[in-house]
């Protein structure tokens, strides 16, 4: 047997715990049956308990909230503005939209377990919690307008049938609908708009008293406001069929082909704001109808609401949803045909109630359904919106709704004062001809996201899409989304640009101030498969210069430097950012965890969260690695073999100077630091060394003065490349960049400066070009001209101390090499040209006196990184880096690589 706690951590939903205080040991399943283990059969009869079926849980909702307010008191006055032919084509055009969203929700509904939100879950979790959100919120908001909707409908109703309960005095109207003015009264009067709003919040007063009361109660009553509207249909139909024989209206012809005839075409004209024809106020159109009819089909998601009280979700909801809107749409077509027949055009727009007055046998019948109806329909309004507010907020995407949150088995009471009094604010509008377009608008954007959703979904196919409803397409979904986005422009424009941007100001909300949650949206499944199809487009051969973007490879903590909750230096962020144009681009931070993996495991894990932290807190777009090696150097080897794909590969490894290699903690570091740089020339990756991290500017730090440039070998225009990156960011974009050329002879600076003048012009580069004369080791030992090093008392002490120290270092390696003889395996010191050493300190002393020289005031100084030297020791490489980089504050030591990064070619 399958472990039914097994299959709810699949879907992600956790055991439910006991509610009685018996032990959980109670719940454990083994594989005895039913009759064997009383802890399943609880189990199975607690998820069984109150579940419903097709047609109870979703046809009788959605059939109820479809035949609602609108049949009653609006659509024989629609026909009689519309016509016959108009309004066949309204409804057609209305109810295809549903249908085609129908479509879409089914597809989503039948695509796994659904949780509670209904719309807002389904379109959360295809285009993710900002998506969601912003469109739940606005679908909350076209659900508690709706019930002031139903509300004020019910009030309407109320007052027609008992005029003697009016508070105000009615308001009059003059007809000018007639042809004569014996064939009508010559005036008609209405409720007052003030009565409305009396009765109104009456209404919305009870109906909260029985939301309090909660979902147990309603769902008791429920069958008490559906019973009413099937009898009212039957009287309605009955009515008609023997309208003429018990009628005393004139307007009533009973069935009549001349009367179809006359209700054929259309009426459009001005009313005013009860809706009564007037000369002037408010002129409606077949868009405006549109608005107006809209909500009369917005009942398709009453099923998908209850989607946690039915027993087959996957089965309850395209079946109940798809015949309900068949019904209800063959009901509103043969309605058409049928008032169009029997009452004049005359009758079709004074009479407000012309369902109750042509009913059999006596009106009352249809008052008292329309008043229950609209009332139950308002109830699964409040009823359904608060716990679509409490579902939003139980996701803790928006901090600011945690008040309304509310656990699963308890009422959300916050969320529905709030609704009811977003309720009651319209109710005292007062105005149902008003409030209708606004909750259209709301429902459509809800539809349109439905549709958007099941479109992405079909178009990625990606493997979880695997519905169990067949019958749709990504085509249809399209379809259905731009009809959405047509019926809104075509209601109102204003109200359409005003539902959009109020989603967009939630969807911005979100993005700022939400917590982001992966539900495993449409949109990551695009990203993924857009980056696949770029990656394989970009293939593997090397891009042209054009093309080519940085892709730095930082590596955090070679050094063992920083303590070890310290995932990396706080300004190695900053300083990737500044090797991105405008921040673009992807960043890969690498940190080696040594030791085996086995035991290595759980900690590089923590150690690779931690570093993703960081890399979010300081607003940088890049990934983080950390990889398990016996030590630093194999790591580093295994990092720049197996890091990236294709062309995504990282083409430039940036790292910290070890300033503490001298140290006893640092006595590995000058071989660590040698085999990376070596590591990195053998994978063809350039490399970056920042000596002065700690003085490195943050991001609002601004720095003025020049970007010196020492190029001294070809990198491929790399260092030209990373100063202009550096100038377009803000802390330095006030700085100048200088190119200094060393020339061995004077000879040669004129023709040099106008060689690079010429490269710098053809590459679109504003640079000033400076060349200096450096003699070379040779020149300098014929003229034994030391003394002509700038500073030449401390340039001399440098050069002094260092051939010491690595004097010493080498007599300590000779020892340690003596003392450990009698090992094959160790490897002799190689012997180190003592000129070689002399030209190496003396080439660096006399470079690093020439930027004192020039760049002392210079914000950053970029330098040629000299590669290390073959049979030199580490420990020599060193000390030659140490007086290059001696007493200069920031400097980046750029080592390119064989292909060009720049080109003069457009």
Same mark, same amino acid.
């Given at each position: 047997m399958v472990d039914v706690r097994g299959l709810k951590s699949m879907g992600g939903q956790q055991n439910a715990m006991p509610h009685s205080p018996r032990d959980p040991e109670d719940y454990s399943m083994d594989d005895a049956g039913p009759s064997d283990n009383p802890g399943y059969v609880s189990l199975f009869i607690e998820t069984q308990i109150g579940k419903m079926g097709t047609l109870m849980g979703v046809f009788v909702p959605c059939f109820q909230n479809i035949m609602g307010i609108i049949f009653y008191i609006r659509f024989t =006055?629609?026909?009689?503005?519309?016509?016959? =032919?108009? *309004? !066949? +084509? !309204?409804?057609?055009f209305c109810c295809f939209c549903t249908f085609l969203t129908a479509i879409s929700l089914s597809a989503i509904a039948t695509n796994g377990a659904m949780k509670g939100g209904g719309p807002y879950y389904l379109i959360g979790r295809a285009l993710g919690p900002e998506v969601g959100v912003s469109i739940g919120l606005c679908f909350f908001l076209g659900n508690a307008v709706a019930g002031a909707m139903y509300i004020l409908g019910a009030v309407e109703t109320f007052l027609d049938a008992i005029p003697a309960a009016d508070i105000f005095r009615r308001t009059t109207t003059d007809l000018y609908v007639a042809p004569s003015p014996s064939a009508v009264p010559e005036v008609l009067q209405s409720p007052s708009i003030h009565d409305l709003q009396v009765y109104g919040l009456i209404f919305t007063a009870v109906l909260c008293v029985i939301v309090f009361g909660g979902v147990k109660i309603i769902n008791r009553v429920s069958p008490a406001f559906l019973m009413p509207v099937i009898l009212s249909l039957f009287c309605i139909f009955i009515g008609i069929f023997t309208a003429g024989r018990h009628s005393d209206s004139t307007g009533i012809t009973g069935l009549k082909a001349s009367t179809l005839r006359e209700n054929l075409g259309s009426r459009y004209q001005y009313t005013n704001d009860a809706g009564i024809p007037a000369r002037t106020g408010y002129y409606w159109d077949f868009e405006s109808l549109l608005g107006l009819f809209f909500p009369a089909v917005t009942g398709i998601m009453a099923g998908s609401n209850r989607s946690g009280s039915l027993k087959d979700t996957q089965r309850s909801i395209p079946r109940g949803t798809l015949s309900a809107i068949a019904a209800t749409a063959t009901i509103y077509l043969v309605s058409i045909i049928m008032f169009g027949a029997v009452a004049t055009r005359n009758e079709l727009l004074t009479d407000r109630l012309l369902t109750a007055t042509i009913a059999w046998p006596v009106p009352w019948v249809v008052q008292i359904a329309i008043v229950l109806s609209t009332l139950g329909a308002a109830l699964q309004s409040l009823t359904g919106a608060p716990r679509l507010l409490a579902a939003i907020a139980n996701d803790d995407i928006i901090p600011v709704l945690k008040y309304f949150k509310a656990p699963d088995d308890e009422e959300p009471y916050y969320a529905t004062i709030f609704t009811i009094f977003i309720c009651a604010g319209c109710v005292v509008l007062g105005n149902l001809d008003l409030i209708s377009p606004v909750t259209t608008m709301f429902f459509l954007l809800c539809y349109g996201g439905v549709n958007l959703s099941c479109? +992405? !979904?079909? +178009?990625?196919? %990606?493997?979880? &899409?695997?519905?169990?409803?067949?019958?749709?397409? &990504?085509s249809l979904s399209l379809l259905g989304a731009i009809i959405c986005i047509t019926i809104m422009f075509m209601i109102s424009f204003v109200f359409t640009i005003v539902a959009l941007a109020l989603a967009a100001l939630l969807y911005w909300y979100v993005s700022i101030k939400g $917590?982001?949650?992966? &539900?495993?949206?449409?949109? $990551? *499944?695009?990203?993924?498969?857009?980056?696949?199809?770029?990656l394989r487009s970009l293939g593997a051969t090397p891009v042209h210069p054009k093309n080519w973007y940085p892709i730095p490879l930082i590596f955090c903590k070679p050094w063992g430097i920083l303590p070890s909750d310290v995932p990396c230096h706080p300004k190695l962020a900053d300083f990737a950012n500044c090797m991105k144009k405008k921040g673009r681009g992807m960043s890969i931070f690498a940190s080696i965890v040594e030791g085996d993996y086995e035991?290595?495991?759980?900690? *590089?894990?923590? %150690?690779?969260?931690?570093?993703?932290?960081?890399?979010?807190h300081k607003k940088c777009e890049g990934v983080a690695e950390v990889v398990v090696a016996p030590n630093i150097v194999e790591g580093f080897r295994l990092i720049v073999q197996a890091m990236g794909l294709a062309n995504l590969k990282p083409n430039i490894v940036c790292m910290r100077y070890p300033e503490i290699w001298r140290e006893q903690r640092g006595s590995n570091i000058p071989e660590n630091f040698v085999s990376i740089i070596n590591d990195c020339s053998l994978s063809n990756k350039a490399v970056v060394i920042v000596k002065g991290l700690d003085e490195w500017p943050g991001e609002f730090q601004k720095h003025y003065g020049t970007i010196d440039l020492y190029w001294i070998v070809r990198d491929g225009g790399l260092m030209l490349l990373l100063s202009q990156l550096l100038r377009a960011k803000d802390c330095f974009e006030s700085c100048k960049i200088q190119v200094f050329c060393i020339a061995e002879k004077d000879s040669e600076a004129v023709e040099l400066k106008t060689d690079v003048k010429k490269f710098l012009y053809d590459l679109r580069m504003q640079a000033d070009v400076i060349v200096v004369t450096m003699k070379s080791w040779e020149d300098h030992r014929e003229d034994a001209q030391v003394a002509e090093i700038p500073g030449r008392d401390e340039a001399m002490e440098n050069f002094s101390k260092a051939r010491k120290r690595i004097a010493?270092?080498?007599?300590? *390696? +000779? $020892?340690r090499t003596g003392s450990s003889s009698n090992n094959p395996s160790e490897s002799a010191v190689p012997a180190v040209d003592e000129q070689q050493v002399n030209k190496f300190l003396y080439t660096c002393l006399k470079l690093n006196s020439i930027i004192m020289r020039y760049s002392g005031p210079a914000a950053v100084v970029l330098v040629s990184l000299p590669p290390p030297p073959q049979h030199h020791p580490?420990?020599?490489?060193?000390?030659?880096?140490?007086?290059?980089? %001696?007493?200069?504050?920031?400097?980046?030591?750029v080592r390119g690589y064989s292909r060009d990064v720049v080109t003069i070619f457009t």
């Open positions: =006055w629609i026909i009689g503005i519309a016509g016959v =032919w108009n *309004s !066949l +084509l !309204l409804v057609c479109f +992405l !979904l079909d +178009l990625l196919d %990606a493997p979880s &899409w695997r519905p169990r409803f067949k019958f749709h397409h &990504w $917590k982001g949650g992966d &539900w495993g949206d449409g949109f $990551k *499944s695009a990203y993924f498969q857009l980056a696949l199809r770029s035991e290595e495991a759980e900690e *590089s894990r923590v %150690a690779c969260q931690l570093l993703s932290t960081y890399i979010d010493q270092q080498t007599l300590e *390696s +000779l $020892k580490a420990y020599c490489y060193m000390e030659y880096i140490d007086l290059l980089v %001696a007493n200069i504050p920031r400097m980046l030591m």
